[in-house]
Protein backbone atom coordinates (compact mmCIF):
# COMPACT_ATOMS: atom_id res chain seq x y z
CA UNK A 1 0.00 0.00 0.00
CA UNK A 2 1.49 3.69 -0.96
CA UNK A 3 1.54 5.74 1.54
CA UNK A 4 -0.51 9.20 1.00
CA UNK A 5 1.36 12.60 1.05
CA UNK A 6 0.72 15.03 3.72
CA UNK A 7 -1.24 18.13 3.13
CA UNK A 8 -0.18 21.55 4.55
CA UNK A 9 -2.05 24.22 4.52
CA UNK A 10 -0.45 27.96 5.00
CA UNK A 11 -1.73 31.29 5.36
CA UNK A 12 0.95 34.00 4.50
CA UNK A 13 1.14 37.76 4.55
CA UNK A 14 3.67 39.70 2.09
CA UNK A 15 4.20 43.25 2.85
CA UNK A 16 6.22 45.39 0.18
CA UNK A 17 6.28 48.55 2.40
CA UNK A 18 8.52 50.57 -0.29
CA UNK A 19 5.65 50.36 -2.62
CA UNK A 20 2.68 50.28 -0.56
CA UNK A 21 1.52 46.59 -1.83
CA UNK A 22 0.23 44.46 0.71
CA UNK A 23 -0.85 40.74 -0.18
CA UNK A 24 -2.88 37.78 1.67
CA UNK A 25 -1.78 34.45 0.27
CA UNK A 26 -3.69 30.80 1.18
CA UNK A 27 -1.13 28.00 -0.05
CA UNK A 28 -2.23 24.34 0.29
CA UNK A 29 1.40 22.01 0.11
CA UNK A 30 1.45 18.57 -0.38
CA UNK A 31 4.21 16.93 1.14
CA UNK A 32 5.53 13.50 -0.79
CA UNK A 33 6.19 10.71 1.40
CA UNK A 34 9.86 10.65 0.40
CA UNK A 35 10.27 14.55 0.69
CA UNK A 36 11.88 16.17 4.08
CA UNK A 37 10.00 18.70 5.48
CA UNK A 38 13.28 21.42 4.27
CA UNK A 39 12.40 20.84 1.12
CA UNK A 40 9.21 21.05 1.19
CA UNK A 41 9.51 24.69 2.74
CA UNK A 42 12.38 25.48 -0.36
CA UNK A 43 9.85 24.74 -2.62
CA UNK A 44 7.08 27.31 -0.73
CA UNK A 45 9.83 30.05 0.11
CA UNK A 46 10.71 29.39 -3.69
CA UNK A 47 6.97 30.21 -4.60
CA UNK A 48 6.97 33.38 -2.57
CA UNK A 49 10.23 34.56 -4.27
CA UNK A 50 8.74 34.56 -7.81
CA UNK A 51 5.69 36.17 -6.46
CA UNK A 52 7.26 38.89 -5.43
CA UNK A 53 9.41 38.99 -8.37
CA UNK A 54 6.31 39.21 -10.59
CA UNK A 55 4.48 42.07 -8.44
CA UNK A 56 7.54 44.40 -8.45
CA UNK A 57 7.61 43.61 -12.09
CA UNK A 58 4.15 44.54 -13.01
CA UNK A 59 4.68 47.95 -10.35
CA UNK A 60 7.38 48.39 -12.50
CA UNK A 61 4.72 48.63 -15.64
CA UNK A 62 2.35 50.36 -14.35
CA UNK A 63 4.71 53.27 -13.11
CA UNK A 64 6.14 53.29 -16.53
CA UNK A 65 2.91 53.93 -18.01
CA UNK A 66 1.60 56.52 -15.47
CA UNK A 67 5.00 58.33 -15.87
CA UNK A 68 4.44 58.45 -20.00
CA UNK A 69 0.98 60.02 -19.24
Known sequence: MALKPTIY???IALSDFNNDHYDSIQLT???HPSETI???????VAFLHSKCQRQRTANDIYKRVELSR
Open 9 to 11: KFK
Open 29 to 31: VAQ
Open 38 to 44: ERMMARV
